[in-house]
């Protein structure tokens, strides 16, 4: 086990470096922010001195070594645009996107996972196929338009939710969170819901197909025929088996659910890290882009990683090193 | 009567928009004490739905649409399901061809037999771990406490069956029912398991039900034979009789195809034909397209004859 | 004697072969659920509507002489000066709605049909090409698709999109990138299953050139998954070229896509003009449901394990 975690641990780390270079790479081939951040009129000489102010006149290989040594050092530059370093720009701003994400996913799964269970334990059943319709529709749904329209309904037709900003927050373990206070969850309500309505839609489906599959399987006849009442076979057998997958795509998805907080955050102008992102790409402020890309490329492989050692927790036929049956 | 089971005219149908299968068409037969009664048959005959039936396993689109199944002398046909689950592995029990897919391969030994009796016994864990225990020493599996406690994937094809025999006995059932089990494991597992599980039942009393195709198997083990085809029993008897004067010709072409009946050197005899597709049968004997005895008798299909007291027997023309 | 599972062998009854062509019993299947036909028309409809755009829509909303300012931001339903209707209002230049969806449904249509067809083609190659050499080819190839599909696809998209710019080849490039990976696992997955059965052996017993066992044996049982990758990817590619739009990095205005109608709208959408937002949502919104619809017919008429 360990010996599995620790090759896993050692090619984490070298995407990471990978992905580090790619994305510095590729972002400073994005466009001379000199034109954004100088004045126009600047002649020449004044150029110069900003450039050599933002180390900008090296060759790319020198500022990324320079790049390299600023980020073990903790430093990933300044922005450009506010000047405060950029890691604490996006530090002060993670915690919004990570507490929508979480909520988001925490009412995929709620919602989710039993409207599966009904749908594969009831295919033909009208209630079954308006599940499956429902889930269509779910993630065929354009998350950006989704958004507008609960804007329209619930904040300017009924005046029930405020269209934008995350409300008022309360801090725990020195971390802001806005689902505490009243006024937050009226904030988060359409946001989390917004950005749970794919995923929901993905688990319906991936439930329901998990259930259909598990129902058919030789040990659903064998513990009917122990005679055990349907509730156990259903909310024990079938429930672990399809649970393994299930939990796996969770997981992975949520790196996924993080990243895709850039568009409802834009909808929803709700402060996290995604619409942080959209306004540098737009503003050419480099070291954001950069810091927020390593930040997410870490969660993101941190994810991975602890997914895929947390599978082999749940799938007992997984686990390397016990020992291994016959055929 | 000392019959456990009896089952008489018992009907089985799917509908499905292809036309209606008649699975189980017009099946009877008896369990007594202690006794095995192997049901013989090729795939497709219907002898795993007759199982099903017994055991109230028949889910939609297919339907008990006739018959009597008695248990114990009580009616199962009719029984509201809450009540026959009651009975389902407490008095009858089922054991399914492939051991491999038959335990949940997440869930642990302890809580896939555990649950078994709690579901019928108020007991507490201790009490039902105990009749575990016990259990597993009857089917031979030594060290039971290391066993409880692993995952099926530890286990062998044998000993995964094995396991699953001691489920299906723990509520010391009146008749188990044995749907090809070992079919999928190694010949030398096969033989000790036979051997075990007829042991088993004259010890305990258990009434047996093997079903098999292979007819090899039934000699060694049973007391009595039924042999189906196409959903109904065409014979049916004490097996050294039915073994040793077949009557009706499927069971003769079964026997002959034995490759330790042939004579070496020799082609192989079969049977000719294909065995029919059970939505598509007619009112004739449904042997007739492959008998070589067969005439324009054979159609209406002949019905339950008995040409000595313990033999039924449904053909036109017997072999003499 | 075949053992089958008994079950299996009780309930089904034998089919006698029937004379009809694999793609009649194909069409036969997919016409069992209703909605998915409902789907493929709705789909067929949209396309014919979307290429017969420049001739079918009331307007060309591309062309700055036609538009008049004082029409601009019209209910729908509202009439012009000059007696046409605005059946579905007009935005905030005066352009008639109902022309700039049909335009705009033109562009998402071509852009998500284009990066499919063109990932499916380089993801097939990738994938044939990782099964049948094995080795350090597939690890290579396997490896950077594994990486690459870790991450979500709107991330890398909107990395490339910040890097190269707008335009129509520069968004078809960006979701070429994101896509290609899924078709080449797809397609390497299917081709190790079929490349170890025993027809592949047959073939290479039979010493017929590797190309050609690729071509003739391993793709067309690669197909059928394939397929419903693609067309599941049609409507993920049409969504995320919308995205991507709204966000400001997809296509320039000058070829508005239904993203960047939707885009243009939002801001009024607080004071209560949602039309020019809302219906290019309905119609992008029907376009993916229809893909969707029939993607799901599919993978269910071609997935082995429901089969009962």
């Given at each position: 086990m360990l010996a599995y975690a620790f090759r896993r641990l050692g090619q984490s780390l070298f995407v990471l470096a990978l992905m580090s270079f790619l994305v510095f790479l590729g972002v400073y081939a994005i466009g001379n922010p000199i034109e954004l951040l100088v004045?126009?009129?600047?002649d020449d000489v004044e150029r110069m001195r900003a450039t050599v102010a933002l180390g900008l006149d090296k060759p790319i290989l020198t500022q990324y070594a320079t790049f390299l040594v600023h980020a073990a050092k903790g430093d990933l530059g300044r922005s450009f645009v506010y000047n405060i370093p950029a890691i604490q720009l996006i530090l002060e701003r993670l915690p919004a996107t990570l507490e929508l994400a979480f909520v988001a996913t925490v009412i995929a799964i709620l919602i989710g996972i039993p409207l599966g269970l009904v749908a594969g334990l009831k295919p033909d059943s009208w209630l079954g196929r308006g599940i499956m319709a429902g889930s269509i529709l779910g993630f065929s749904l354009p998350t950006f338009w989704v958004g507008l329209v609960l804007i329209m309904v619930f904040s300017v037709e009924l005046g029930w939710l405020p269209p934008n900003g995350r409300g008022a927050t309360v801090s725990v373990l020195g971390v802001p969170v806005s689902f505490l206070t009243l006024d937050g969850l009226k904030h988060l309500a359409m946001p989390a819901l917004n950005l749970a309505l794919l995923k929901l839609s993905l688990l319906v489906r991936l439930t329901r197909a998990g259930t259909r599959e598990a129902i058919l399987q030789d040990y659903v006849k064998f513990a009917r025929a122990k005679g055990l009442p349907m509730r156990r076979v259903i909310g024990v057998h079938v429930l672990k088996n399809i649970m393994i997958p299930i939990v796996t795509v969770i997981g992975l998805e949520l790196g996924s659910v993080i990243a895709f907080a850039i568009v409802t955050e834009s909808i929803f102008a709700w402060p996290g890290t995604g619409k942080l992102l959209i306004d540098s790409i737009n503003q050419l402020d480099r070291p954001v882009i950069v810091a927020y890309l390593l930040v997410i490329v870490t969660i993101f492989i941190v994810i991975n990683f602890v997914v895929d050692v947390l599978y082999s927790f749940l799938d007992p036929r997984v686990r390397i090193g016990t020992a291994a049956g016959a055929h | 009567m000392s019959a456990l089971l009896e089952v008489e005219g018992l009907k089985t149908h799917f509908f499905t928009k292809d036309g209606t299968v008649k699975?189980?068409?017009?099946v009877s037969l008896s369990v007594e004490r202690g006794k095995v009664l192997g049901l013989v048959g090729e795939s497709g005959s219907g002898k795993s739905m007759t199982g099903y039936s017994i055991l109230g396993l028949v889910d939609p689109p297919a339907r008990i649409v006739a018959g009597s199944i008695r248990l114990e002398g009580r009616e199962l046909v009719g029984l509201e399901p809450e009540a026959w689950r009651r009975l389902r592995g407490n008095r009858v029990s089922m054991i399914f061809q492939d051991p491999m897919m038959t335990?949940?391969?997440?869930?642990r030994i302890d809580t896939q037999m555990v649950e078994a009796v709690r579901a019928h016994h108020a007991v507490s864990r201790e009490a039902a771990l105990e009749r575990c225990r016990e259990a597993l020493a009857w089917v031979g599996i030594p060290s039971p406490e290391e066993r409880l406690r692993?995952?099926?994937?530890?286990?062998?094809g044998g000993m995964r069956q094995r396991v699953a025999i001691a489920i299906a006995l723990i509520n010391r059932p009146a008749v188990v029912i044995a749907d090809e089990p070992t079919t999928a494991l190694d010949v030398t597992i096969q033989g000790q398991i036979l051997f075990e599980m007829q042991r088993l039942c004259r010890e305990s009393g258990t009434g047996l039900v093997w079903i098999t195709h292979d007819l090899s198997v039934v000699a060694g083990l049973a007391d009595d034979v039924c042999v189906m085809y196409a959903g109904r029993i065409v014979e049916s008897g004490p097996v050294d009789d039915i073994l040793d004067h077949p009557m009706h010709p499927y069971t003769r072409g079964l026997l002959d195809s034995i490759p330790s009946r042939n004579t070496p050197g020799k082609p192989l005899s079969q049977i000719p034909g294909m065995s029919p597709s059970l939505a598509r049968l007619d009112a004739g004997c449904a042997f007739r397209e492959r008998c070589e005895r067969a005439h324009a008798d054979c159609h209406p299909a002949p019905a339950v004859a008995r040409p000595s007291p313990l033999r039924t027997l449904r053909c036109a023309h017997p072999l003499p | 004697m075949k053992l089958v599972a008994a079950e299996a062998a009780d309930r089904e009854a034998v089919r006698a072969p029937r004379p009809e062509s694999p793609w009649t019993r194909f069409a036969a299947e997919f016409a069992q659920s209703r909605l998915a036909l409902f789907g493929l028309a709705l789909l067929v409809l949209i396309a014919l509507v979307a290429l017969a755009a420049p001739w079918i829509a009331?307007?060309?909303?591309?062309?700055?002489?036609?538009?008049?300012?004082?029409?601009?931001?019209?209910?729908?339903g509202a009439q012009s000066l000059a007696g046409k209707t605005y059946w579905l209002g007009t935005d905030d230049q005066g352009r008639d709605m109902l022309s700039a969806i049909l335009f705009g449904l033109r562009i998402s249509l071509v852009v998500g049909v284009t990066s499919t067809l063109a990932a499916m083609a380089i993801g097939l190659s990738l994938g044939l090409a990782a099964a049948y050499f094995g080795g350090w080819v597939d690890a290579a190839i396997m490896r950077v698709a594994d990486i690459q599909l870790s991450f979500p696809a709107i991330l890398i998209a909107l990395i490339l999109l910040a890097m190269l710019g707008q335009g129509v080849g520069k968004i078809i490039v960006a979701l070429v990138t994101v896509q290609w990976a899924y078709y080449a696992r797809t397609v390497r997955s299917s081709a190790m299953v079929e490349r170890q059965k025993e027809y592949v052996e047959a073939a290479r017993g039979l010493a017929l050139s590797r190309p050609r066992i690729v071509i003739r044996h391993l793709l067309p049982n690669c197909l059928p998954p394939l397929i419903v990758v693609a067309t599941v990817q049609v409507a993920h590619a049409i969504s995320l070229e919308a995205t991507l739009s709204f966000l400001g990095l997809g296509l320039p205005i000058t070829e508005p896509s239904l993203g960047l109608l939707i885009a243009n709208g939002f801001q009024y959408v607080l004071s209560g003009k949602y039309w020019i937002s809302f219906y290019p949502g309905i119609a992008l919104l029907v376009t993916i449901v229809s893909i969707n619809l029939v993607a799901d017919q599919l993978r269910d008429i071609l997935n082995p394990r429901l089969k009962r």
């Open positions: 004045n126009p009129e600047a | 699975a189980v068409d017009d335990l949940n391969p997440v869930l692993a995952y099926p994937h530890h286990f062998s | 009331p307007q060309n909303p591309y062309d700055l002489a036609q538009l008049d300012m004082m029409d601009s931001r019209l209910a729908p």
